[in-house]
């Protein structure tokens, strides 16, 4: 989907029941550097009527922002320290919809157990399975029902909480701020080495960002950073609540954050 009128870069990529497909075209990414580019086909999910307000029938740009730069995860580095111990690498994709980076996850790397999550819809939930199963990695990744805040062991199950927590554009509702919290409490491995990956579009809102910053701090993670990154070109910059506000230029950045429990 290529720029709208006014020049207003859209924040979703596809809509409920179409097919959307990625590539990784990131150059600089290791994950996407494979013999064959890495490339993942979704089918994107429909809600019931009840439940339109999750708006989880759309990909979003903060999805793809986050398949496009696995490296940044370090899941190399943890899939090494694992192995000696015949482990694999637990990684949990909250707020999933499609699937897109948590699928991506599974296809690029070996020794990986990924669990794709999203809210107990039965619509929803059977096109993630569908999902997994069209992309070929039903041997290391399943789809599990899961409303934030609610009991997780069907995400957990026997084999224990997890290495590393993704999602992307899951902050935009601050209501669900508290829930969100506790899921992350509860899923992320008290580990020094565990991490929470969080992307989310300045679409967002910088005050409803901070606010969920200020919250997670008293819930016992550090932020280990928080950069707003141009969703297309390579510029930077710190997390700022007080940045611009004009809706053009928020369509066009994300902001990556990163939590590791206070230890």
Same mark, same amino acid.
């Given at each position: 989907?290529?720029?709208?009128?006014?020049?207003?870069?859209?924040?979703?990529?596809?809509?409920?029941?179409?097919?959307?497909?990625?590539?990784?075209?990131?150059?600089?990414?290791?994950?996407?550097?494979? @013999? +064959?580019?890495?490339?993942?086909?979704? &089918?994107?999910?429909?809600?019931?009527?009840?439940?339109? =307000?999750?708006?989880? !029938? %759309?990909?979003?740009?903060?999805?793809?922002?986050?398949?496009?730069?696995?490296?940044?995860?370090?899941?190399?580095?943890?899939?090494?320290?694992?192995?000696?111990?015949?482990?694999?690498?637990?990684?949990?994709?909250? @707020? +999933?919809?499609?699937?897109?980076?948590? &699928?991506?996850?599974?296809?690029?790397?070996?020794?990986? =157990?990924?669990?794709? !999550? %999203?809210?107990?819809?039965?619509?929803?939930?059977?096109?993630?399975?569908?999902?997994?199963?069209?992309?070929?990695?039903?041997?290391?990744?399943?789809?599990?029902?899961?409303?934030?805040?609610?009991?997780?062991?069907?995400?957990?199950?026997?084999?224990?909480?997890?290495?590393?927590?993704?999602?992307?554009?899951?902050?935009?509702?601050?209501?669900?701020?508290?829930?969100?919290?506790?899921?992350?409490?509860?899923?992320?491995?008290?580990?020094?080495?565990?991490?929470?990956?969080?992307?989310?579009?300045?679409?967002?809102?910088?005050?409803?960002?901070?606010?969920?910053?200020?919250?997670?701090?008293?819930?016992?993670?550090?932020?280990?950073?928080?950069?707003?990154?141009?969703?297309?070109?390579?510029?930077?910059?710190?997390?700022?609540?007080?940045?611009?506000?004009?809706?053009?230029?928020?369509?066009?950045?994300?902001?990556?954050?990163?939590?590791?429990?206070?230890?």
């Amino acid at each position: 989907m290529g720029e709208t009128l006014f020049d207003h870069q859209p924040v979703t990529l596809a809509s409920a029941g179409s097919v959307y497909t990625h590539e990784c075209k990131n150059p600089s990414s290791k994950a996407c550097a494979t @013999g +064959a580019p890495l490339k993942v086909s979704l &089918i994107t999910p429909d809600t019931l009527p009840a439940n339109w =307000s999750l708006h989880a !029938s %759309d990909i979003w740009v903060a999805s793809r922002y986050l398949a496009d730069h696995l490296d940044q995860l370090s899941i190399d580095t943890m899939i090494t320290a694992r192995r000696s111990a015949g482990e694999k690498v637990r990684i949990l994709e909250l @707020g +999933a919809s499609a699937g897109l980076p948590g &699928i991506s996850i599974a296809k690029a790397f070996d020794d990986v =157990s990924v669990v794709v !999550s %999203d809210y107990p819809d039965e619509l929803l939930m059977r096109t993630l399975a569908e999902n997994v199963s069209r992309n070929g990695v039903s041997h290391c990744c399943v789809a599990a029902p899961y409303a934030w805040g609610s009991d997780a062991s069907n995400v957990i199950g026997d084999d224990g909480a997890f290495d590393i927590v993704v999602a992307a554009d899951t902050l935009w509702n601050s209501t669900l701020h508290t829930i969100f919290i506790q899921s992350l409490r509860t899923t992320l491995k008290k580990l020094p080495s565990a991490r929470i990956h969080l992307v989310a579009g300045l679409h967002t809102g910088r005050y409803t960002i901070q606010s969920f910053l200020d919250a997670v701090q008293q819930a016992g993670f550090d932020i280990e950073s928080a950069q707003e990154r141009q969703v297309k070109g390579d510029q930077d910059r710190a997390w700022d609540v007080k940045g611009d506000n004009d809706d053009k230029d928020r369509r066009r950045w994300v902001v990556w954050i990163v939590l590791k429990w206070r230890i």
